[in-house]
């Protein structure tokens, strides 16, 4: 893929990775973890963990092809017997256009936005850290899945998938490491042309040391290293005044905003048929 990505493509990367992550969890034997697709949208059920929006929530509705009203209905029915809170990431282009009208009239409100970024692997920024950055490998075992599980406050089914990734196909994970200690850690998936990077952590006593923006700038060569043209992410915004460090950090290497989307949020008790 030489030219840039649409913002479809954008949001179909993203949705093809979280895929490519519950096919992992079945083929290692984690049970808990499934993906439901269609051409209006991928579904992703955790049914274990309640709490966990990330694994509970759609991505692409309306991307591929237009959504229905009826298909609404279809995702509250999937997520209804396990009396789930999930997530829709509605992206702008999402058709057709009374999609968050339909929400609404469920009670499936409005959250807060994040931003999809897009940026070329051509003129690679610098890696900069005076720690070791590489790939991981095998006698790294699950230090940075761990890493990134107890960052984003999941369970031990999360750390099991985490462990999983690097050694499933299209999937890279990078470290920073101190005297051997995994420090800082981000994922790489690597589709047709087209990467996608998420779940960058680094532990607390280390932020503030370019650790972050390091880890972009790798997994951006990386991609490149690998026939990807183009990397894409998704990150929270923040506010004007203080904007998400991560959302900073994008921007700082090039990255570029390729739309803002909204999560909306439907809670079980809540949610209504239209």
């Not at 490998?137 to 999983?164: G, H, I, K, M, Y």
């Not at 087209?194 to 650790?211: D, I, K, N, V």
């Amino acid at each position: 893929m030489n030219a840039e990505p649409t913002p479809e493509q954008a949001e179909l990367i993203e949705a093809e990775a979280y895929e490519s992550m519950m096919r992992v969890a079945e083929t290692a034997g984690i049970p808990g973890f499934r993906a439901v697709r269609s051409r209006s949208g991928l579904a992703l059920v955790a049914p274990g963990l309640k709490k966990i929006l990330v694994f509970n929530r759609v991505l692409a509705l309306g991307v591929s092809e237009p959504a229905s009203e009826d298909y609404i209905d279809e995702l509250a029915a999937l997520y209804a017997p396990h009396e789930l809170p999930w997530a829709v990431e509605l992206s702008p282009h999402a058709c057709p256009e009374p999609i968050p009208q339909w929400l609404r009239d469920r009670r499936i409100r409005r959250g807060a936005p994040s931003a999809v970024l897009v940026r070329s692997t051509h003129d690679i920024p610098e890696v900069t850290t005076d720690l070791e950055i590489r790939p991981w490998q095998p006698e790294d075992n699950d230090a940075a899945a761990a890493l990134a599980a107890q960052t984003f406050s999941v369970p031990e089914e999360v750390t099991a998938l985490l462990a999983a990734l690097p050694h499933a196909p299209r999937w890279r994970q990078w470290l920073v490491l101190d005297a051997g200690k995994v420090v800082a850690t981000g994922l790489l998936y690597l589709g047709e042309g087209l990467a996608w990077t998420g779940w960058a952590a680094t532990q607390p006593e280390y932020r503030g040391r370019g650790l972050h923006g390091a880890i972009v700038s790798a997994r951006i060569q990386d991609a490149a290293q690998h026939g990807c043209s183009w990397v894409v992410s998704d990150t929270a915004i923040g506010t004007e005044a203080k904007p998400d460090p991560s959302y900073r950090n994008h921007l700082r290497k090039g990255f570029r905003v390729v739309h803002e989307r909204h999560s909306y949020l439907a809670v079980p008790g809540v949610v209504k048929a239209a």
